[in-house]
C-alpha cells in the first residue's frame, strides 16, 4: 500500500533552491510513497476573525491535507526561521480550535540554503511549531543541505553522488518513518 504524502515548499519564489530540493527528494524517493505539492501562496493572512467561516480557499488548504497520510517540509531559512507564508499556512491548518490538520500527521523536515549550516535554525524553529501542533516528526536523520551552484537542476537531478546517496538515505528513512506512525497512529480519513 502507497502512503500519500503532501509537500510544502517554504518558499513562494519561482526559482527556489527548496523547490529543487523538493523535486530532486520526490525522484529519489522509495516506491510506496505518492507526492503531491500542498500550495499556500493564495492563503490570505490568518485571523481568528476566519474561525467560524473559513474561506473556499483555506477550506480547499485543509481538505489537501486531510487527503494524505504524511507531509514533508522542504523550507528554507529567513531571518533564523521559517517564510512568513509557511507559518501561515501552518496557522490556517492548525485551525480552528479543534480542528488542527496536523494532528496524529507524520512530518518531516528538511531543507537547503547556500550557508554552511544549511537550514539548521529554521528546522529547529519549524520542529517547535510542528510539535505543538501535535505532528508526530521525524527526528533524525537531519539534513542540513549547504546549496552551491549546480547541485541540484531544474528539474531536481542531484549533480553530486554523494549527496544523492545522502537525500535517497534521507527519503528511505522517511518512509520508514512514515509506515511506524501510521501503523500506531493510523490516519481515518
Known amino acids: 500500500m502507497a502512503h500519500k504524502v503532501g509537500y510544502f515548499v517554504g518558499s513562494l519564489a519561482k526559482a527556489s533552491i527548496n523547490r529543487k530540493l523538493a523535486k530532486a527528494l520526490v525522484r529519489l524517493a522509495p516506491d510506496g510513497l505518492e507526492f503531491t505539492e500542498i500550495s499556500f501562496k493564495e492563503l ?10 473559513f474561506p473556499p480557499v483555506a477550506q480547499e488548504f485543509k481538505e489537501s491535507i486531510a487527503a494524505v497520510d504524511a507531509l514533508l517540509f522542504v523550507t528554507p531559512e529567513y531571518n533564523r526561521s521559517i517564510p512568513g507564508g509557511l507559518k501561515n499556512a501552518i496557522d490556517w491548518a492548525s485551525r480552528p480550535w479543534g480542528k488542527n ?10 531543507g537547503t540554503s547556500p550557508g554552511s549550516i544549511g537550514t539548521a535554525v529554521a528546522q529547529q524553529s519549524l520542529k517547535s511549531v510542528l510539535s505543538f501542533c501535535n505532528s508526530p516528526m521525524m527526528n533524525a536523520l537531519e539534513a542540513y543541505v549547504q546549496f552551491t ?15 544523492e546517496m545522502f537525500l535517497k538515505n534521507y527519503m528511505n528513512e522517511y518512509h520508514i518513518f512514515v509506515r511506524r506512525v501510521l501503523s500506531v497512529l493510523p490516519r481515518s480519513n
Not at 490538520?101 to 528538511?110: D, L, N
Open 44 to 53: 490570505p493572512l490568518y485571523s481568528y476573525d476566519y474561525d467560524d467561516d
Open 101 to 110: 490538520s496536523f494532528s496524529r500527521m507524520p512530518s518531516g523536515v528538511i
Open 149 to 163: 551552484p549546480g547541485l541540484i537542476t531544474d528539474d531536481g537531478e542531484v549533480t553530486k553522488p554523494d549527496t
